[in-house]
């Protein structure tokens, strides 16, 4: 068995969900950042664990013909990115994958009616915001698997007035701590962080519901999917937990929207049983950690006609996704790539009752 200190020559074969390189060696796996699949290696391991190890690249002996300049110079120090190095259409042909292979693997789904992966307009300079830390004069992001920061000028994924705020923050003297940057507008609760990709995902929905009944929004934020849809519907109720984000969502609500300020599992089985099942329509859109198994019941005892399942995290929506297999069909899985350059994926997932 390979020491942490012995070079081993590899073959990467695959990209796991992360960003990092998938090699075998002497019936072992091990782990590589910043390489590409095709690519044969020279690496130094790092850790040995009893089903895996984890290595450092130390040269690539035989590039791929994905692999491309980083544009950032802090790449591959700082952990914000994994992908700058892989040419953008390779980034999106592995995350597309990653994704099937993660609702096989984890939902245990056999078939996976998998859709193209929708593709960033802008694979830099796309993100409103950005979150930075500040330490013993140090700001910027933390490095790669550790709590180390990097000192960053620039953040080329993100928009111009979001780096002249850096620019700003770095100019006078700050208090160690957490700095959210963004460009104008926004409120105190979670917003999408690429304008661009969310309008498609929005047209990405739009396309797979079938409206003319009732729409329940759970998770739904200030409204933006409630309020993008809200015309394809007779009536449209929203459930979120941030009152801040409630109240900018009832401030532009039309006459047949509704919002209630509450958790999810707490309103969602009382807002189903008001409204025909068969004539519903819920979009779910829940944080990274996903449904709670009561919200899972809920929706299988309220049984809406059909279910849009947004999730920036494709291990829980395959989890949740085999929770509710007895009761609804799968129809299609669309990823979506909001996060260019990044590990991170959005996926949107059409479910419709069985029988």
């Known amino acids: ?18 960003g990092k390189g998938v090699a075998r060696h002497d019936g072992k796996v091990y782990f590589v950042p910043f390489t590409v699949p095709g690519e044969k290696i020279t690496a130094r391991v790092l850790r040995q664990k009893k089903n895996f190890g984890e290595a450092e690249l130390v040269a ?12 950032c110079r802090y790449f591959g120090v700082c952990g914000g990115c994994s992908y700058q190095h892989i040419a953008y259409p390779r980034q999106l042909e592995i995350k597309a994958a990653q994704v099937e292979q993660t609702l096989r693997r984890v939902g245990r789904l056999e078939n996976v009616p998998m859709r193209p992966i929708v593709g960033a307009p802008q694979p830099l300079a796309y993100r409103n915001r950005i979150r930075v830390h500040s330490e013993g004069g140090v700001t910027g992001f933390f490095v790669h ?20 705020a850096l620019r700003r923050l770095r100019g006078r003297p700050v208090e160690d701590g957490d700095y959210s940057l963004r460009a104008p507008g926004g409120g105190p609760y979670f917003e999408q962080t690429n304008p661009e990709v969310a309008g498609l995902m929005v047209e990405t929905i739009r396309a797979a519901v079938r409206g003319n009944g009732v729409l329940v929004d759970a998770y739904c934020g200030a409204g933006l999917f409630a ?25 532009s609500a039309q006459p047949h929207e ?10 969602l089985g009382e807002v189903l049983s008001l409204h025909e099942a068969a004539r519903t329509t819920l979009l779910l859109d829940p944080p990274s950690e ?7 019941d809920l929706v299988l005892g309220g049984g809406p006609a059909e279910v849009i399942y947004v999730s920036c995290n494709p291990a829980t929506l395959a989890r949740d996704l085999a929770a509710l297999g007895g009761g ?16 991170e994926i959005e996926v949107i997932a059409h479910l419709v009752r069985r029988g």
């Not at 070079?7 to 969900?17: C, G, K, N």
């Not at 180390?148 to 000028?153: A, E, G, H, K, N």
Request: with cysteine; aromatic share 4%; net charge negative.
């Open 60 to 71: 690539v002996e035989t590039p791929s013909p994905d692999r491309v300049a980083p544009p």
């Open 227 to 251: 309020r993008a849809l809200a015309d394809r519907f007779e009536k449209v109720v929203g459930i979120e937990a941030n009152p801040a984000a409630v109240e900018s969502a009832r401030r």
């Open 328 to 343: 609804y069909e799968l129809q299609s899985v669309t990823p979506l790539d909001m996060f260019p350059q990044t590990a």
């Open 145 to 164: 698997d550790a709590r180390v920061i990097v000192d960053i000028d620039k953040c080329e994924l993100a928009v111009p007035e979001v780096n002249r």
């Open 290 to 296: 996903g449904l709670a198994a009561r919200v899972c």
């Open 1 to 18: 068995m390979s020491k942490p200190s012995d070079p081993l020559h590899l073959e990467i074969h695959d990209v796991a969900f992360g």
């Open 258 to 267: 509704s919002y209630i300020a509450g958790e999810v599992g707490a309103h």
